[in-house]
Each structure stands twice: as structure tokens, then as C-alpha cells.
């Protein structure tokens, strides 16, 4: 099973931008679609968006973050990242990547309690403030 780690995350101002990574071990990471979550305490978790496995060509993201963030995946260094733009203080979360082999599943791990995504990472907090 491979295992996640997410890094990257910190104090950025808004307007500013981060880019988070998550490092994959135990297993290549091109043999899973990737998701990148975020959750705020005391709220639901929801979804960043999701890149497929292998070459990565199809991605799907939250409407709200669409043109802000963008997923990317480079197999070779068993990683997927995470660019943030035009960062807001309401995008202060934890975030988190997560693993499966269905690109389907990670799209609808927050809406559908029947999910069970196979692996997820500890998280790493972004915090966006002036």
C-alpha cells in the first residue's frame, strides 16, 4: 500500500501563492489517481480536486476553485502537487492528498458515504492571513 506525505503548507498572505506536495512511498504513485482535499475544524471535509493515474491528462477540480489551483503529477519523483494562486483567507485549511485507483471514487469521496478512499495522507495547514 503506499504511504502519503504532504508538505509545503504555511503562512502565506492573501494574494499570495503556495504550492504544496505530496510525496508517495511504498508503491509508484502513477498506479493511482491522486485527490487533493481541504478541511476547515468544526466543518465537513471537501474536495480541491483530483488528477488521474499515470499520465495525469484528465483532472477535475471544485467549481469554486477552478482557475486558482491546479493539480499536477510528476511520476518520476513519486509526487503530485498542489498550486495555489490568488490565495483568500476562507482557502485557510488543512489540506490533504489522498490515493485510490479510481479516479471516480476520489470525486466523490465527500459526497458519497459509500467511499472508502484507500489511503490518505496527515495533512498539512495553510493558513491565509494578512
Known amino acids: 500500500q503506499v504511504q502519503l506525505v504532504e508538505s509545503g503548507g504555511g503562512l502565506v498572505q492573501p494574494g499570495g501563492s503556495l504550492r504544496l506536495s505530496c510525496a508517495a512511498s511504498?508503491?509508484?504513485?502513477?498506479?493511482?489517481?491522486m485527490g487533493w482535499f481541504r478541511q476547515v475544524p468544526g466543518k465537513e471535509r471537501e474536495l480541491v480536486g483530483v488528477?488521474?493515474?499515470?499520465?495525469?491528462?484528465?483532472?477535475y477540480y471544485a467549481d469554486s476553485l477552478k482557475g486558482r489551483f491546479t493539480i499536477s503529477r510528476d511520476n518520476a519523483k513519486n509526487t503530485v502537487y498542489l498550486q495555489m494562486n490568488s490565495l483568500k483567507p476562507e482557502d485557510t485549511a488543512v489540506y490533504y492528498c489522498?490515493?485510490?485507483?479510481?479516479?471516480?471514487?476520489?470525486?466523490?469521496?465527500?459526497?458519497?458515504?459509500?467511499?472508502?478512499?484507500?489511503?490518505w495522507g496527515q495533512g498539512t495547514l495553510v493558513t491565509v492571513s494578512s
Open positions: 511504498g508503491r509508484t504513485v502513477s498506479d493511482y489517481a
Open positions: 488528477i488521474k493515474r499515470r499520465s495525469g491528462a484528465s483532472t
Open positions: 489522498a490515493a485510490d485507483p479510481t479516479f471516480h471514487n476520489l470525486v466523490v469521496a465527500t459526497t458519497d458515504k459509500d467511499i472508502s478512499v484507500e489511503v
